[in-house]
């Protein structure tokens, strides 16, 4: 996909991974997600989407990111910037917001990341910071 000149040259990096991730594990017909993210110190941590039998096991890729990052040693709080991609049934890459539950993954241990999504209103891809994406949110220190 074109990334948007909005997107600084790091972040378009992050949306090239997760197109790779994606165009590498990506099966027809299955709900298939994979998200990249990057750390303050500049590493990259990618996830995919593992899809269970029942919607409640399913694993989202933005969580597998984290983990995938927590488990290199990154603080999560130093997450900067996420993005999270699909394949459209027309074969095209497209950004995708994080589900309701991934939104509250990544503002708990990142407010500040930057959230990359396409949105709803005009099919533009913009971005936000993890915390405007849920307003009134509940605040813990982790």
């Known amino acids: 996909m074109t990334a948007p000149a909005t997107m600084p040259a790091e972040d378009v990096e992050l949306l090239r991974r997760a197109e790779q991730l994606l165009g590498e594990v990506w099966v027809s017909g299955r709900h298939e997600v994979a998200t ?28 597998v990111a984290l983990g995938t990052a927590r488990g290199a040693g990154v603080r999560l709080g130093d997450v900067v910037s996420v993005v999270s991609v699909q394949i459209k049934p027309a074969d095209t ?14 503002s708990d241990y990142s407010p500040a ?3 990359w999504l396409t949105s709803p209103a005009d099919d533009t891809v913009v971005a936000w910071r993890a915390l405007e994406l849920l307003p009134e949110k509940s605040r813990r220190v982790w």
């Open 113 to 115: 990341a930057t959230v």
């Open 36 to 63: 990249a993210l990057r750390a303050a110190d500049g590493s990259i941590h990618t996830g995919v989407h593992v899809e269970g039998s029942c919607r409640r096991s399913s694993i989202c890729a933005e969580g």
């Open 93 to 106: 890459f497209r950004v995708i917001a994080p589900c309701g539950v991934c939104r509250e993954l990544i």
